[in-house]
């Protein structure tokens, strides 16, 4: 169960908020096209609220494991200058998370936050945050739409697949290692976050997962 507990939980906090703690002052100068995700991420105050749509999870998890380990490839969601793609899972994704680890629904996103990461250690959490961030590539919805079959290589180094559909609607999924449970879609109404800069994410509405649970 503890193993489980720990492949999972990570999966989700998304490298997306990591980068709030080391992210630029905002009266810093940044080059056209350079603004961090970190920045974005953290321009609406980066609190828990009852907003299930958004990532205030993910970036406090992300900053969990800056703030253990300056050094870590997450902080890289802080440098505009390095490109990457992001798929960040909602807070509600953080809450389908929880539930199919505890059988519990839990309402609170802080509360949420606090079970998941007393559930793994900060290598773990480390390691399935970067499983979310496609390094080295500017991904734009454009592009993701035009890649259905394509294996994605992931900053932890394992893959995800891309599936395209159209009928009956437009639909994103991304693919992950375990067979048995429901794959992440891409949320249609949170594509190219950050649109214009190196730096990219999109919204999913599940957690993505490393190995075969």
């Given at each position: 169960?503890?193993?489980?507990v720990?492949?999972l ?19 810093a ?75 519990q ?5 802080k ?19 970067l ?27 394992g ?11 437009l ?17 249609l ?12 994410a ?12």
């Amino acid at each position: 169960m503890m193993r489980r507990v720990s492949a999972l939980l990570a999966t989700s906090a998304l490298a997306l908020g990591a980068v709030s703690a080391t992210a630029p002052a905002a009266s810093a100068k940044v080059a056209p096209g350079e603004n961090s995700l970190a920045a974005l991420l953290t321009s609406d105050g980066d609190q828990f609220d009852k907003n299930k749509a958004d990532f205030d999870i993910v970036t406090e998890a992300a900053l969990a494991v800056v703030g253990a380990k300056p050094g870590s490839p997450v902080a890289l969601i802080a440098d505009g200058s390095q490109r990457l793609t992001v798929f960040a899972p909602t807070d509600q994704a953080f809450r389908l998370l929880a539930k199919d680890l505890t059988g519990q629904t839990i309402k609170s996103e802080k509360k949420i936050f606090e079970s998941l990461v007393a559930l793994a250690g900060v290598d773990t959490i480390e390691t399935i945050l970067l499983y979310h961030v496609v390094p080295g590539k500017t991904l734009t919805s454009g592009k993701v739409l035009k890649a259905d079959g394509a294996k994605l290589t992931t900053a932890q180094g394992g893959k995800v697949k891309v599936s395209i559909k159209t009928k009956p609607s437009l639909s994103i999924t991304l693919k992950d290692r375990d067979k048995n449970d429901q794959d992440p879609k891409v949320v249609l109404k949170a594509l190219d976050l950050n649109k214009g800069n190196k730096q990219i994410a999109h919204g999913i509405d599940r957690v993505l997962r490393p190995i075969d649970l």
